[in-house]
């Protein structure tokens, strides 16, 4: 199984842009998908993540109220970055759980065991 995430680019501060992440081959109905970001010199940070059972949602605090992810988590899913800022200038991954976590861990790393190569989003001021 793998992941490609595309999407990001260069935007303006206050821009938007629709990050994609798919899947090469549908999985299970457990687990799910999650977008994590790491800028430069600093550490790897949750970003937003959906259950596939349920399709409950759970965002970063940092992007909560501007970022919004979608799409079926046993396949495609997406990533709408709304208002965005300089500070959200990082490398943009999507990552898979296929075992299938609680809700409370789904902003942590180690949750996931498929990552993506990443896609770097720049936002200028």
């Known amino acids: 199984v793998q992941l490609q995430a595309f999407g990001g680019g260069l935007v303006q501060a206050g821009g938007s842009l629709r990050l994609s992440c798919a899947i090469s081959?549908?999985?299970?109905?457990?687990?799910?998908r999650g977008w994590f970001r790491q800028a430069p010199g600093k550490e790897r940070e949750f970003v937003a993540a959906?259950?596939?059972?349920?399709?409950?949602t759970v965002y970063g605090v940092s992007v909560k109220g501007r970022f919004t992810i979608s799409g079926d988590p046993a396949a495609t899913v997406y990533l709408q970055m709304d208002s965005l800022k300089p500070e959200d200038t990082a490398v943009h991954y999507c990552?898979?759980?296929?075992?299938?976590?609680?809700?409370?861990?789904?902003?942590?790393?180690?949750?996931?065991?498929?990552w993506g190569q990443g896609t770097l989003v720049t936002v200028s001021s």
């Open positions: 990552a898979e759980d296929r075992r299938g976590t609680i809700l409370s861990a789904i902003s942590s790393h180690t949750t996931y065991d498929v």
């Open positions: 081959a549908r999985t299970s109905s457990g687990g799910a």
């Open positions: 959906i259950r596939k059972r349920d399709r409950a």
